[in-house]
């Protein structure tokens, strides 16, 4: 398998010794069939191991590379060499505060995701414990693409929302409050309307749509937010009459 | 030295991580939990588990069904009380899932669906299409969100266990983002660490897999259980590693060399099964060391397919065509695709055999209990020998479902039963003495080895030694190396002086704890002298019960090479027997 | 010395000017000017009618009559079209998305729904134009 020559321009930042972020140069000789996250290791393991980024699976599923690429927020072992110029600028994630080189701060989406209460919600008892609720096919399917996420954090990086405001809770999170709500066995959707409904949740999309241009796994977060515009003003207006149990 | 005091300390926040504080904290709310990784609890590498979990679900399926396809698997090394429990909680665990919103995939009729899997005598893998291991986990993260008693330490470092008297009594940690150090002290601890597969050089294991939990207890003096047994994947994707699930072979694919033959049925896993109709526990479904090994002999005859990544067979899949595939397989699918350029719906994959699992591991028993009183152990880092000489697969997501929460009892219990005082000078002054260590490695300014170097050697020592197959000769030369890759290391500098998120010294940390988890899988698979399972000798071809019914049990010894023990094997109903994989047909 | 996070602001002035996405994404935002627009010539439009004097009112319709006012109105409509109709509806199958069994319904048919019924409502308001 033949190499190419590629000039890696990667963001740097040590908070003991730099003002600010920075660009190092590095030639790394790239594998045909590598991804970015490839080169980064070699880097590490050949020419700079100060280098700092965040990596485990390799194979898209545990969500820690994502990083931007060329302007772009990617996972970097699912953005491959044989797609790109031979000039690739890694930085960190947009949108996240910089703790070291490739490596941002995210106390916010996690405390974000935690604000989606995802988990189910009953107000009924569960089946007893050697029972499974019931499910058809088709209502799993109504949420199983919002299972999807895998918490790259790649939409937060997109949203330019999330950039202006921190206050947003952002894409992954609401699709998350979302993918409960669609869930046959949960009863918990107007709990997590106080949170989601406010001006800091559904909101304060404008719907850009770079979220689900970015995301990595086809979760569509985008979608998400607009069917809970939907659902939200719906539930409202219930509340409202007097339609359902729950408390506004 | 910050210092954080709570009752029950847990270390790893994956699959079985994550259990074990949701049984905790629903056993008694009042019970203050710290639950330690060195990654945020979805980066875990329960993540990359594809295929589904095992539990008797069907009613042509028994109990007994399951412990014998289990201990038969695992050559009877398996501790057989530990099997009869596993098998008979591991549907209820399975349920309790699905009850905290797991999204299993499902039949017409709305029930769980089930799969075939390698060695299983009938359908018995609950599955979420082929994330099943990245559903649990993300089901157990974001369940454990709504129990305030557990108190997260996301990407702190485990640096070493704290002990008195024996007694396990917490642990020093390093927070990454700030480089801090933080003593946690606690009644007892629970080690659910994950694997240590990155010893080996082709593994489908994540970067994060490094054996930490096993050197911290082996350095500790618990001894580690028949690390010997290492297990060999037989579908890994050349060139990565990456996993293509036991799950592509349970709904009918199979495997070819380079003639298009079926080669399995060559290695006492046949009679040839029909196209689309695999038959439980033979040829494709026969299980994974024996897939494995027959792969080494294919390659040996000159009968595999040659690549840029070296020699593979072929996995074709074909015959199920695209909508199965999608529904099904889609992830695989989609891997395939993007890392070797293969579209399975049309063409048949490259696959090898690739490093897996660990069956092996910090020795503990069905309670989770370790030697130590006080620390626990679940999840791949423990051998509680519910696997034996080799794992079925499906077996491990619900072990550490099952293990996770009757450990959390165990511990709990623990803790309750065994005051301790809040402050000991003891402890402080082997905390002091763990940081003065890990400060030393930083601040070291000389040395002319590497993290990398030394990785890369103690990787190829043990697949040279230590691989599918073993004998004296390579087990011995790999145990001589990893002593001299032990000695060499000390001359590793550390380029990286911040204390902000320094990787260059966690990869140093990390070294060292896979050069301790190398020494006792080449120094163990040199001990044992028959072939079993995943361990096979060629100058011990049979498996030998006069001598070697037993598990092993490596013991640190400083400076020298560990002193390996043997221990009974528990057999309660099932005598050693043969291993039938011809589908009945014989 | 530790940790020091390091925040790149986001300009709040051109951070737009960034990728072609977030540019179409600010010139179907800048629709709102246009709405604006309009909504003050409908208030403007009130004041005249409600002035009572009919040469008041003539002198507005007068006023929407000339090449620039033609020319400015066609725009607006063109701009409507392309950024908010024809984008909206595109958009709507996220928004709405309709599942059959386990069946997703395609998205082009929950986005000719939308034509339809616009044909439709403007149908009806010509109409009601033509009977009024």
Known sequence: MGTRQIELEVMRYNPEKDEAPWFQQYSVPCEEDWAILDALIYVKDNLDSTLSYRWSCHMMVCGSCGMTVNGEPHLTCKTFIRDLPDKVRVEPLENFPIERDLVVVLDDVMQKLQLAKPYIIRKDDPPPEDEEYPQSRAALKKFKQYTMCINCMLCYSACPQYGLSNDFIGPAALSLAHRYNLDSRDQGKAQRLDILADHDGVWECSFVGACSEACPKNVDPAAAIQQMKVDGTMEWWKQKFGLTGDKP | ?586 | MSRRPYVRPMSRTTWYMRNGRFKVYMLRELTSLLVGFYAFLVLFGLVALSAGSEAQWNDFLASQQGPEMIALHGFALLYFLFYQTFAWFNLAPKAMPVQLGEKKLPAHFIVIAHYVAWAVVSAFIFWLAGAI
């Open chain 2, 1 to 586: 030295m910050k210092h954080i005091q709570a009752d029950i300390v847990i270390v790893g926040a994956g699959g079985a991580g994550l259990r074990a504080a949701i049984a905790i904290a629903e056993i008694d709310p009042e019970i203050e939990i710290a639950l330690i990784s060195k990654v945020y609890p979805m980066r875990s590498h329960t993540c990359a588990a594809e295929g589904g979990a095992a539990g008797v679900k069907l009613s042509d399926d028994s109990l007994e069904m399951h412990f014998n396809d289990t201990v038969s698997g695992g050559d009877w090394l398996c501790d057989q009380d530990v099997v009869e429990y596993f098998v008979e909680q591991a549907p209820r665990e399975l349920v309790q899932l699905e009850h905290w919103g797991c999204p299993w995939s499902r039949e017409d009729d709305g029930s769980v669906a089930v799969r075939p899997f390698g060695g299983m005598k009938k359908k018995r893998t609950w599955f979420a299409a082929d994330k099943s291991g990245f559903h649990i986990l993300h089901t157990l993260f974001q369940t454990s969100l709504q129990f305030p008693s557990i108190k997260r330490y996301d990407e702190f470092f485990a640096l070493d266990l704290l002990h008195e008297d024996g007694r396990a009594r917490g642990v020093v940690a390093m927070e990454m983002r700030s480089g801090c150090f933080f003593h946690f002290s606690a009644a007892s601890v629970i080690m659910a660490t994950g694997g240590a597969g990155k010893i080996f050089p082709f593994t489908t294991n994540g970067a994060i897999k490094t054996g930490d939990g096993m050197a911290m207890a082996y350095r500790a003096g618990v001894p580690m259980k028949d690390m010997e047994f290492v297990q060999y994947h037989p579908t890994g994707l050349p060139g990565t590693g990456i996993l293509l699930t036991e799950g592509c072979r349970g709904e009918g694919g199979v495997l070819v060399n380079k003639d298009g033959y079926r080669y399995l049925q060559d290695y006492d896993m046949g009679p040839e099964t029909p196209l689309g109709e695999p038959v439980f526990k033979s040829m494709e479904l026969g299980p994974r060391d024996r897939l494995s090994q027959a792969f080494w002999h294919e390659q040996k005859k000159g009968n595999t397919v040659p690549t840029a990544w070296g020699d593979c067979v072929l996995m074709d899949m074909r015959h199920l065509g695209a909508q199965r595939i999608l529904e099904r397989l889609p992830m695989v699918h989609e891997l395939a695709v993007s890392y070797v350029g293969v579209d399975m719906i049309t063409d048949p994959v490259p696959v090898r055999p690739v490093v897996h699992y660990m069956m092996g591991g910090i020795a503990s028993n069905i309670e989770g209990e370790t030697p130590m009183p006080g620390l626990f152990a679940i999840g791949e880092t423990a051998c509680g020998s519910l696997n034996g000489a080799n794992r079925l697969g499906s077996n491990s997501l619900t072990e550490l479902l099952v293990f996770g929460k009757r450990a959390a009892a165990g511990a709990a219990a623990f803790a309750a039963e065994n005051d301790y005082p809040r402050e000991a000078p003891a402890l402080l002054a082997q905390a002091e003495a763990i940081v003065a260590r890990v400060r030393g490695l930083l601040q070291k300014s000389e040395g002319n080895e590497s993290v990398a170097g030394i990785r890369g050697e103690m990787m190829n020592s043990l697949e040279e030694g230590a691989g599918i197959y073993r004998d004296e000769e390579g087990t011995e030369i790999a145990c001589k190396k990893i002593a001299e890759l032990q000695a060499r290391s000390a001359a590793i500098k550390v380029n990286d002086k911040s204390n902000v998120f320094n990787t260059d010294l966690q990869g140093l940390l990390e070294l060292q704890n896979m050069l301790d988890a190398a020494e006792c899988v080449a120094e163990a698979s040199n001990a044992r002298k028959e072939s079993r399972g995943a361990h096979q000798r060629m100058d011990y071809v049979e498996r030998d019960d006069e001598n070697y019914l037993k598990h092993s049990m490596a013991y640190r010894q400083p400076g020298e090479r560990p002193r390996i023990d043997w221990l009974d094997v528990t057999i309660t109903r099932s005598q050693p027997g043969v291993r039938d994989y011809s589908g009945d047909k014989k």
